[in-house]
Structure formats: C-alpha cells, structure tokens
C-alpha cells in the first residue's frame, strides 16, 4: 500500500478541479461525489503519476517508481499541494513535502493564510489569533499541548488542513479569530514521544532569563490511545519604563521611572485517554494540573510638582504555591451513518485557587501590607450534532450551559474587601453549509445566547447584574474557478463580546505613591457587525479587505481622582467603524528559498468622550511582516529571517510611534530526529513609545534600555513516529527508503 498519495477527481469537460483526497496509512481513500463521469489522477513523490476514467464503484491504482527516485539526496523549499476554497473554509491538500517540513507542526507553515509561531501561537489572515482543531473539533488536551502533538507525527499523518475563515454559531459569540482544522490519519500503534528544553535571555538590563524543558508522549495498543503533556518554566524577566503624567488644567506633572521583575517558576502536567469502544463510538476522559509561585518587586521613583519631591516607592509580591489549578473533562462521540454524521458530547469542570502578597514601602519604610486571595470554579456541558446529506450538504447543532464563580477577598491593613461574581450562560445554535455545484458553495448559521452575572462588592455595599438575550449571525458565500486557481468569497458575522473578569475588578493595584489601575464592574458587553471580502489567486496571492462597526467600544483611560492619585482604568465609550485591507503572497525561488510576506493597512473612525471631552479619533495605520526561509542542503540546516514594522498608531486616549523588529534563527537536523535552532530576537528594534495629549491633560510612555534576546532550543523525537518521520524525510529527499506497493 502506498500512503500519502494526493488522489485528484477532474471533471472530463475541461479538466477542472473537483475534489482531492490523500490515501492513509494502508493505501485506501475515500471520495464522495455525485453519480458520473470523471478523471481520476493519483501522484506520489517518487513515481510515475497514472490517470484512467472512472464512472463509479471501487477501483485500484497502480504507480510505478519513477527513475529519479534513486537520485541523490536533495533538499527542497518547494512546497506542494492543492488549495481551494469551499463553504466558509479554504482546503489544504498536501503533496510530497519539501526537506525541511519534519513533522506535522512544520506543515501549519507551508498552508496559505496561516501563520505559527514557536511559543505555539497560530494565526489566520484576516482574522489575527485563531484556534486549531484535531479532526474537527477543539483538542481536549488544549492548545500548547496539541502543537507539541503536531511535533511528533510524520507529516504524511496529515491528510488535510482546513483554514475556516467563518468558524460559525458553534464557537463563543465574542470569538473573532479563525480556526485551522487538521484532518490526521488514526494514531501509529505503540509510544512516540518529544522533549524539548529551551533557554531565552534577553540584554535588557542584562537580565530576563526563560528556561524550561518540556515532555510529550502518547501511546496506542487497539483500541486504547493516551497522551501526556509535561512542562515546567523558570521565570526571571524585569521591565523598565519611565511615564510623564500631565495635567495642564492644574499645572501638575507626575514623573515615574519604574523597573519591574518577575521571578518564578510553573509547572504543569495534562493526561488525556480515550477508548473505543466500536470503530463508531468513543468514550474519552481528560486531566489537567498546574501550579505557579513567583515573587515579584517593583521600584518606582516618583515625582510629583505639588509637592517637588522625589519618592523611592517599592513594592514586592509573592505568590506562593497554594492548591493548584485542577480541571476533568468527560467526552463521548458516536457516528451515526457511514457519512460520518456523529454526536460529540463533553463536561468539563475547574477550580483555582490563588494568593497574593504585596508590600508597600517609601523611602524603605512598610507603608501598607496587600492580601489577595481568588477563589474560582467553572464547569460546561455541551452537545452537539453533525450531520451530512447525501447531497454534499452538512448541518451542525448543538446546545450547552456553562457556569462559573469567582470570590475575591481583599485585606489590606484594617480593611477588608470582598467580590464575589457569578456568570451563568445557556447557548443554541445551528450551522448549515453546502457546495451546490464546482463553482458555488454556501454557509449559514445562527447562535442564541442568554446570559445571567451577579457581581457583589462588599465594601461599596454595591450590586450589579446582567440579564442578556443575544442572537448572532453568521454567512458566508464563496465562487471559485477552478480552471485558473481563483476564489472569492464574501462574509458575515455579528459578535457579541463580555467583559472579563479581570477588566471588572474593582480592587486597587498601586504602582506608586500617586497612581493605581482599577477595573470597572460596571462594563457593558460591547458588540457588533463585521462584513469581509476575500480573494485568492494561484494558491500564492491572497486579499482580504474587512469592515467592522462596533457599539459599547471598550478601551483604558487616565484620569484623576478626587485625591489627586492618576487612576487607569477601563470603561465603554461611544462607536467604532474600521476598514481594514491585507494582502499574503507566498511562493518558492530557485528550489532552496521560501519567501512569506504579508502587508496590512487599517483605518479606524472612532466617535467617544469621556466626561463631555471628545476623545474620538481617526487615521490610518500599517504593518507589514516579511519571512525568509533558506534551505541549506549540504548542512542539512535552515536559516529563517523574519522583520516586522509598525507604523504609528492612533488609540482612543493613546498613540504608539514607529516600531521595527527583525529576529534570525538557525536550526541544525542531526541524527536521530534531534534538532538544535539559536534564534535572534529584536536583532534590529525600535522600541516605540506611547502617548497622548488634549488640552487639559496628556502622558507619555516610554520603554527603557533594549529588548534584544538569545534563544536556544533542543528538540529530540522518540518512539515508533519518530521512525516514520526519517522513513518519510527520506522520500522527500529522494533518498533509499521506499514504500511498498
């Protein structure tokens, strides 16, 4: 059996695209079309392609080995595959993959509109921060585990990836990002498994130190698979800025130089088991800890004209391992037919508790002593349904509820302090979707949501709560021409977005002898509508051109108190419209060089006042971000070059300046599936500063010393998968080991 060979359908007419699939591990695919005729093509790194008619039934494919397979090794940046668009998501078919992609996470950075990062970030153009999905759904293991996954398995275990531009009604109302679904073949039998550690350190004051190593491994005998995840982080990074407060009205200026450091440690553990019970039903179960302690001082040196005195104010916090953080979940999923239509349901639950210590002092005397202690639960449960029509079509429909509580005590001297805050959600929703020929492709869904939140502080003998009925939207419309590799497709949605918890916490936090944050608990959900048109040409050029109108705009403020302290803080004011316009272009030169380049530009039109003060703005602003990857074949290593540029940017009661960023990495692949990369951040960096100014009031911001950082990261794969990987890199090398046929 052959595996990983791309199976094309083309239509007899013309020879337009119609479908692709990739056989699995034992040879076979799998292609649902309407009754007809077509051109069935099958390609295979390393042989002869063949096409011959097919009218309907099963049927076998034969290749032959092609000369040039017994060639000597050649290290590749060209990257294969096809790419189309269909419904509210564009598809990703791999082909033979170039030298350097090792495992399936280094095919995420190959798939047009999705960018990765190291730390386990992933982005969608258009839709910045998305989510990555494990065969359809979110991994139960979390995000950072699931990249670790995606490190260990060979990227012939990737059938597909699907880049879904318009998630639909079955995500969180206020979640605007995408999401990249990785089709994967079943588990290899047996252990596999990665260890990483990696060690940061920034000049920034000489200091700013990361390091950790970390652990991944799953296992699978039958019908049994299991996963672990491990990592433990030591932390010791510091910040320093200097901040100008002032208040024209009253001629007062506030001068903060401030130097903050972070030192701790965390670890964290995750187990995830599933068995199943036929080949249609799975019962699954998953376990997650973590714990923190870390001790963080602060200087300030504050100078206020009121009093022209200059005040040394320090601050230490500690927070000590207490309980850890402990999360279960239970999940369940039956297929129903031989479309795949299958039921998915989960219950998930978890509680924290945390406890943070602060003193104050002036001049080295203990001014105050802080006490923090957070206690919080959240529990959800959730069912859905998938079911797919003959016709090509797929209806999706769920329900949930999810829960969560969270009380914070505050003690500070004599004073005692209490929130208490409570949040009950019950959601529905419906997704439909279908491609009514080759060239035209739909989807539509719609979420109700109705929320219920209690908030309580004790010491104001204040009570708030929210009762909200929200119903969001969503549709996408999509034509390609598969002829000439072009796709348009146009996009709705409404979100609505809550305030965390974060944001409505009434407590102070000081940062010098006149200024403190504060949240707001009387924040109002802020929502609105977003409208985008999207462009494809070739599977290189991409365009995305968007339009957001939003109600309730949330941002931070500076103001002064009635005590004359500068207080931050966070509110609503008035409406927002933005345009946005972005363009991706990625291609392959000279079979040893791949360029990624993206540009983006955004007007905001922005209508607020604070207090009958008009803080309202409007402009443009840009950014662009090339990457570089060269293939060095004789060393068996990569170069990567990566240069970011902002241009300045306006904010509702703030501005950033100019911003230039360029980061250079080199990775060695040694023997055995180890891997060594040393990577240069901030190589070349502009830091940018960040302002404000009206007539009565304006503040500036402005970091200190550089921000350049040295990384070292060791990578070593291990068990069965890790095999896999050299017999696979090996064929696309061009090497000796050959599947058989």
């Known amino acids: 059996p052959l595996k990983g060979c791309v199976v094309t359908l083309l239509a007899p007419a013309d020879s337009?695209?119609?479908?692709?699939?990739?056989?699995?591990?034992?040879?076979?695919?799998?292609?649902?079309?309407?009754?007809?005729?077509?051109?069935?093509?099958?390609?295979?790194?390393?042989?002869?392609?063949?096409?011959?008619?097919?009218?309907?039934?099963?049927?076998?494919?034969?290749?032959?080995?092609?000369?040039?397979?017994?060639?000597?090794?050649?290290?590749?940046?060209?990257?294969?595959?096809?790419?189309?668009?269909?419904?509210?998501?564009?598809?990703?078919?791999?082909?033979?993959?170039?030298?350097?992609?090792?495992?399936?996470?280094?095919?995420?950075?190959?798939?047009?509109?999705?960018?990765?990062?190291?730390?386990?970030?992933?982005?969608?153009?258009?839709?910045g921060s998305s989510m990555i999905y494990i065969n359809g759904k979110p991994p139960r293991m979390g995000q950072k585990a699931a990249f670790a996954m995606l490190r260990t398995v060979p990227p012939g275990s990737i059938k597909k990836v699907e880049v879904i531009t318009n998630p639909g009604a079955s995500v969180h109302s206020s979640f605007s990002g995408g999401i990249v679904n990785i089709i994967m073949d079943e588990p290899d039998q047996g252990l596999v498994g990665m260890m990483f550690a990696n060690w940061r350190s920034s000049s920034n004051d000489a200091r700013g130190t990361v390091a950790g190593p970390s652990l991944y491994m799953s296992y699978a005998h039958g019908k049994f698979n299991a996963a672990m995840t491990a990592t433990y982080n030591y932390l010791n990074v510091d910040n320093h800025r200097e901040t100008v407060y002032d208040y024209k009205a009253s001629g007062t200026e506030v001068r903060n130089d401030s130097h903050e450091e972070m030192i701790g440690n965390q670890i964290g553990l995750g187990v995830t088991a599933t068995y199943d019970f036929t080949s249609a039903s799975k019962l699954g179960m998953a376990f997650s800890t973590s714990a923190r302690g870390y001790r963080q001082p602060c200087s300030a040196l504050s100078f206020d004209s009121r009093t022209?005195?200059?005040?040394?104010?320090?601050?230490?916090?500690?927070?000590?391992?207490?309980?850890?953080?402990?999360?279960?979940?239970?999940?369940?999923?039956?297929?129903?037919?031989?479309?795949?239509?299958?039921?998915?349901?989960?219950?998930?639950?978890?509680?924290?508790?945390?406890?943070?210590?602060t003193d104050y002092l002036e001049n080295g005397n203990v001014s105050m002593r802080n006490v923090l202690d957070n206690d919080s639960e959240s529990a959800e449960a959730k069912a859905d349904y998938n079911y797919y029509f003959t016709d090509?079509?797929?209806?999706?429909?769920?329900?949930?509820?999810?829960?969560?509580?969270t009380n914070r005590q505050e003690t500070r001297d004599d004073i005692f302090d209490n929130f208490t805050y409570k949040d009950y959600r019950?959601?529905?929703?419906?997704?439909?979707?279908?491609?009514?020929?080759?060239?035209?492709?739909?989807?539509?869904?719609?979420?109700?949501?109705?929320?219920?939140?209690?908030?309580?502080?004790?010491?104001?003998?204040?009570?708030?709560?929210?009762?909200?009925?929200?119903v969001t939207p969503n549709a996408s419309l999509s034509f390609r021409l598969p002829k000439s590799s072009q796709s348009l497709s146009l996009e709705y949605s409404y979100y609505v977005s809550y305030p965390n918890l974060n944001s409505m916490n009434p407590f102070r936090v000081w940062t010098s002898p006149t200024t403190y944050t504060t949240g707001n608990p009387l924040l109002k959900n802020s929502a609105g509508h977003s409208i985008s048109l999207r462009y494809a040409l070739l599977n290189k050029l991409n365009f995305y051109m968007g339009f957001s109108r939003c109600n309730n705009t949330v941002s931070n403020y500076i103001f002064m108190d009635p005590d004359g302290n500068t207080v931050t803080s966070i509110g609503n004011f008035g409406k927002s419209n933005g345009f946005s316009f972005e363009a991706a272009y990625r291609d392959t030169f000279f079979n040893f060089m791949r360029l990624s380049a993206t540009v983006n530009a955004y007007y905001?039109?922005?209508?607020?006042?604070?207090?009958?003060?008009?803080?309202?703005?409007?402009?443009?602003?840009?950014?662009?971000?090339?990457?570089?990857?060269?293939?060095?074949?004789?060393?068996?290593?990569?170069?990567?070059?990566?240069?970011?540029?902002?241009?300045?940017?306006?904010?509702?009661?703030?501005?950033?300046?100019?911003?230039?960023?360029?980061?250079?990495?080199?990775?060695?692949?040694?023997?055995?599936?180890?891997?060594?990369?040393?990577?240069?951040?901030?190589?070349?960096?502009?830091?940018f500063d960040v302002s404000y100014s009206n007539s009565d009031y304006a503040y500036k911001s402005s970091n200190k010393g550089t921000a350049m950082t040295f990384s070292v990261k060791v990578t070593y794969l291990f068990g069965k998968r890790r095999v896999n990987m050299i017999e696979e890199r090996s064929e696309s090398f061009g090497g000796d080991v050959r599947p058989t046929l």
Not at 58 to 76: F, H, K, N
Not at 102 to 114: H, M
């Open 16 to 127: 337009s695209f119609v479908v692709a699939e990739v056989s699995g591990a034992d040879g076979r695919f799998s292609i649902d079309v309407p009754q007809g005729r077509y051109i069935v093509n099958a390609e295979a790194h390393g042989y002869v392609s063949a096409a011959m008619e097919y009218e309907g039934g099963e049927i076998a494919i034969m290749l032959e080995d092609a000369a040039s397979y017994l060639d000597d090794v050649t290290v590749s940046a060209y990257a294969p595959g096809s790419f189309r668009r269909e419904a509210n998501k564009y598809i990703y078919v791999p082909d033979a993959m170039p030298g350097e992609v090792r495992a399936g996470y280094d095919v995420l950075k190959i798939v047009p509109l999705v960018s990765v990062d190291e730390d386990g970030g992933v982005a969608v153009l258009g839709k």
């Open 308 to 357: 022209g005195e200059t005040v040394r104010f320090e601050n230490t916090s500690r927070e000590p391992f207490t309980r850890p953080f402990l999360s279960a979940m239970a999940f369940y999923n039956l297929e129903t037919d031989h479309n795949g239509s299958n039921i998915d349901i989960y219950a998930w639950y978890a509680n924290n508790t945390e406890r943070c210590e």
């Open 392 to 405: 090509g079509g797929s209806l999706r429909t769920g329900a949930g509820f999810t829960y969560s509580r």
């Open 426 to 470: 019950t959601f529905l929703y419906a997704d439909y979707s279908r491609s009514w020929s080759q060239v035209f492709s739909m989807s539509a869904g719609v979420r109700g949501e109705y929320v219920r939140a209690r908030g309580v502080q004790r010491s104001q003998s204040e009570e708030f709560s929210r009762n909200d009925w929200t």
């Open 604 to 687: 905001n039109d922005v209508h607020a006042a604070i207090n009958s003060s008009d803080v309202g703005y409007r402009g443009w602003s840009a950014r662009q971000n090339t990457n570089i990857v060269f293939i060095i074949a004789p060393w068996n290593a990569s170069v990567e070059i990566s240069n970011m540029l902002w241009s300045p940017t306006k904010a509702m009661t703030m501005s950033y300046g100019w911003r230039d960023i360029v980061d250079l990495s080199i990775t060695k692949y040694l023997f055995n599936s180890m891997s060594i990369t040393a990577s240069i951040s901030y190589l070349a960096n502009q830091w």
